[in-house]
């Protein structure tokens, strides 16, 4: 494991301290728990670790309704029942009805994988306790077949949370822990130069100061992201908009053009116009 390092790559511009992390994770053998605004990057951090260190992504997408049991593995007893009505052959081999789950197939892999259980904090609060034993031990067992699964090798396992609520204090203490903090400027130009080479730096200057002025005001309820932020100069540049056309000082023009990018609620849309409208009245009395 030596030269496996995450460096970050082409594509993605992590931090020191990101990248820090994540090799401390791979060292200590411990998941890596990476918090963030939702649009930071976090989810596609996995895909980048995955890519830079030449390893399989198995990506396991956390809903509300999902079971920790289902990243082991589903037995489907329905299909079973049915197969028996219709007088199916299959019915008597059991484990054709073991639908194998995320976990299963990472400890599978001929080669040491990336694992992402992706937004773990969307499910019950007893879903990361329920997991506790599979990635401490790395093996879990089928019961309807009676195997043993075990990792062939131990996945680099990411997991991310947008910290809609507390996660247990035991799956804490067994997880390295790292929040992305939200890009500086200087971050920021990076990020927007891979993903639009040669942008002109007038036109990247004012978009985002008119970005940051829009983040910094108070009371917003979805405050825009680095995603919203490319999105949104992906459209400045597809409707030829002027970097004078962002620092615009008519009141009627209050909000930045093409601002459906950004702003994502009619609250912070008419929160933010109320705003500049005061500070401009304020600067011309």
Known sequence: MANDRFTG??????????????????????????????????????MEIAGALDRPLYEWHIKSTTKAQQGLYDYDAVARLRDSQLGDDRVHDISNYIVRGKLWDAFESDVQPVLLID?????????????????????????????????????????????????????????????????????????????????????????????????????LKKKPSTSELLDWIKLLLAEDISPEALRSTDSRKAIPPLYGALLKNEQDVHLFEQLVFLDRRTRTQ
């Open 119 to 219: 937004e773990i904090d969307k499910a019950d609060i007893e879903f990361p306790n329920d997991l506790l034993q599979e990635l401490d031990r790395m093996e879990f067992f089928v019961y309807e077949t009676k195997r043993l699964i075990k990792a062939k090798h131990r996945p680099i396992v990411v997991i991310t949370s947008n910290n809609e609520k507390e996660l247990p204090d035991a799956f804490l203490r067994r997880c390295f822990f790292h929040y992305i903090k939200f890009p500086d400027t200087e971050t920021m130009e990076k990020i927007v130069e891979v993903h639009f080479p040669g942008l002109k730096k007038a036109l990247l200057r004012e978009a985002l100061e008119a970005f940051y002025k829009v983040r910094d005001v108070p009371g």
């Open 9 to 46: 790559t082409s594509t993605y511009i992590a931090t020191d301290d990101l990248k820090m992390a994540v090799n401390a994770a791979v060292t200590l053998e411990r998941p890596i728990l990476i918090k963030g605004e939702p649009g930071t990057g976090k989810t596609q951090l996995a």
